[in-house]
Nanobody
Framework: VQLQASGGGLVQAGGSLRLSCAASGRTFSSYAMGWFRQAPGKEREFVSVITASGGSTDYADSVKGRFTIFRVNAKRTVYLQMNSLKPEDTAVYYC????????????????WGQGTQVTVSS
């Protein structure tokens, strides 16, 4: 499985961005998908996860109510819609894939994308 993240950029506080993560391989619909982020000087942190079917999602407390994860299995793509962005959301965002939703929720995954930079100016 190869993952290609895109959609990052520079946005003002209060603005929105939508990240995309396109996956290769025919098993996409069998894998849970997640987003993580890493800010300069900080450890990587969990952001959001979605089950293989898309029926369940979970979010870090810091992004609840502002970010939405969803997936289109026919396009082998998972998205992260980010609204009401704050400067503290600035980080490199990574998508990840794993057969287990719970593994992603704990902060691990079998497959990782290359990351896309999100910068939120104040």
């Amino acid at each position: 499985v190869q993952l290609q993240a895109s959609g990052g950029g520079l946005v003002q506080a209060g603005g929105s961005l939508r990240l995309s993560c396109a996956a290769s391989g025919r098993t996409f619909s069998s894998y849970a998908m997640g987003w993580f982020r890493q800010a300069p000087g900080k450890e990587r942190e969990f952001v959001s996860v979605i089950t293989a079917s898309g029926g369940s999602t979970d979010y870090a407390d810091s992004v609840k109510g502002r970010f939405t994860i969803f997936r289109v299995n026919a396009k082998r793509t998972v998205y992260l819609q980010m609204n009401s962005l704050k400067p503290e959301d600035t980080a490199v965002y990574y998508c990840a894939s794993d057969p287990s939703w719970a593994t992603i929720r704990r902060g691990a995954a079998d497959y990782w994308g290359q990351g896309t930079q999100v910068t939120v100016s104040s």
